[in-house]
């Protein structure tokens, strides 16, 4: 029966499709939710901004209130790429099977050029969805300005970004590794194996959670740096330290690909947070 049922859906894509674009929103939703929360804590603890109670529980009161909506129609904007990018390897898949070598250098092009718009788009997303926390703007609206405040700084952010997940990748793995060979090494014989695999496992998925929060959070704290840029703010003693890292950090990008060195201006002070800051 359930053989019957599955045949029957899979044969229904007006049925299927409706579903699987709202599990994929819904799932989308869900991560740009998390990241809003973090930016909006990050902002008004950057920005030193007083709330009543926790900024971790008025962050989340904003992305489910003021900012819902902006985050819907993100998640929708995710939605819609990811699909784009499930019918372009379908494309490519289908174009090798045919074996034209054509078409397969064809598609095999397209497929390169839209992984690299997707993953623009996300990164973009994802970070207008922090500067949206902070302002308090509208989606649109932050993410044009977002995308002219990283063109300002030189798309820098996409290179700490980069970085950071790489480092972070790579410690979830040594980790996981880790704590899987230790169970393996240690664990009674007969199950060692089934036990290295689902320690291994298990850490990879925690440590891997745990990365995407450790990585939002320097998303946040990047934006916040160069909103303080953006305005000609001094830092504080609270952010001195943020200022002198990413200095530092963007420094080393813009010398690596031999650019003129970084250079920061100071004076006022950005609006204060109000349901963001802006």
Not at 80 to 102: C, F, H, P, Q, T
Not at 259 to 275: D, F, K, L, N, V
Request: net charge positive.
């Amino acid at each position: 029966d359930t053989l019957k049922a599955v045949n029957s859906w899979s044969a229904k894509p007006d049925i299927v499709v409706p579903i699987t674009v709202m599990i994929l929103w819904a799932h989308f939703l869900s991560q740009e939710v998390r990241v809003a929360n973090v930016g909006g804590t990050i902002g008004l603890h950057y920005f030193q901004q007083r709330v009543n109670g926790s900024r971790s529980v008025q962050a989340c009161k904003w992305a489910l209130s003021k900012n819902f909506g902006s985050l819907c129609f993100a998640a929708f904007v995710l939605s819609v790429v990811s699909a784009i990018g499930y019918l372009v390897n379908k494309l490519r898949a289908k174009a090798d099977e045919e074996g034209n070598k054509i078409t397969r250098f064809i598609m095999a092009c397209v497929q390169c050029c839209w992984a690299c718009i997707q993953k623009y788009i996300e990164f973009l997303t994802k970070m207008t969805d922090i500067a949206m926390s902070i302002t308090g703007e509208a989606f649109c609206t932050s993410g044009k300005n977002t995308q002219a405040l990283l063109r300002r700084n030189d798309l820098d952010g996409i290179v700490l970004d980069t970085f950071t997940r790489f480092i972070l990748t790579l410690f979830t793995l040594a980790v996981g590794l880790g704590l899987g060979l230790s169970a393996w090494v240690f664990a009674p014989h007969n199950m060692a194996k089934a036990l290295g695999m689902i320690t291994f496992t298990l850490t990879v998925a925690v440590c891997g959670a745990q990365s995407g929060m450790i990585l939002s959070i320097s998303n946040a704290h990047y934006m916040c740096y160069i909103l303080d840029l953006e305005s000609k703010t001094a830092p504080t003693s609270v952010t001195q330290m943020i200022h002198d890292l990413y200095g530092q950090a963007v420094d080393r990008c813009r010398c690596s690909r031999c650019t003129h060195e970084h250079t920061s201006g100071y004076g006022g002070r950005p609006a204060s947070m109000t349901g963001g800051v802006g």
